[in-house]
Nanobody, 119 residues
Framework: QVQFVESGGGLVQAGGSLRLSCIASGITFSIHTMGWYRQAPGKQRELVARISRSGSTNYAEFVKGRFTISRDNAANTVYLQMNSLKPEDTAVYYC?????????????WGQGTQVTVSS
């Protein structure tokens, strides 16, 4: 059974930091590019950052220089370090395995973790 369990969100003031974690199970974690998505109220889910199985990273323009994605294959875990947070970063954050045609596990989204940034 594929499962993603996200954690680490919370309420933080603008300029603050949070570190998100996502533990994946039911997949061969080490072979997948892994990524973090977010969905703000009334908006579509969007890809924030991704990390390949070799450790190469890519970021959406709106988080470049502020967020850092990393992974621990031994622990089946992907992380997102978020610094210099802005109110517009407020969203529910999810992890999955992105591909060029979309998330690999489209029907297996976790519960997400809420990030709220106050101004």
């Amino acid at each position: 059974q594929v499962q993603f369990v996200e954690s680490g969100g919370g309420l933080v003031q603008a300029g603050g930091s949070l570190r998100l974690s996502c533990i994946a199970s039911g997949i061969t974690f080490s072979i997948h590019t892994m990524g973090w998505y977010r969905q703000a109220p009334g908006k579509q889910r969007e890809l924030v950052a991704r990390i390949s199985r070799s450790g190469s990273t890519n970021y959406a323009e709106f988080v470049k220089g502020r967020f850092t994605i990393s992974r621990d294959n031994a622990a089946n875990t992907v992380y997102l370090q978020m610094n210099s947070l802005k109110p517009e970063d407020t969203a529910v954050y999810y992890c999955n395995a992105p591909t060029l045609s979309g998330p690999t596990y489209l029907g297996y989204w976790g519960q997400g973790t809420q990030v709220t940034v106050s101004s």
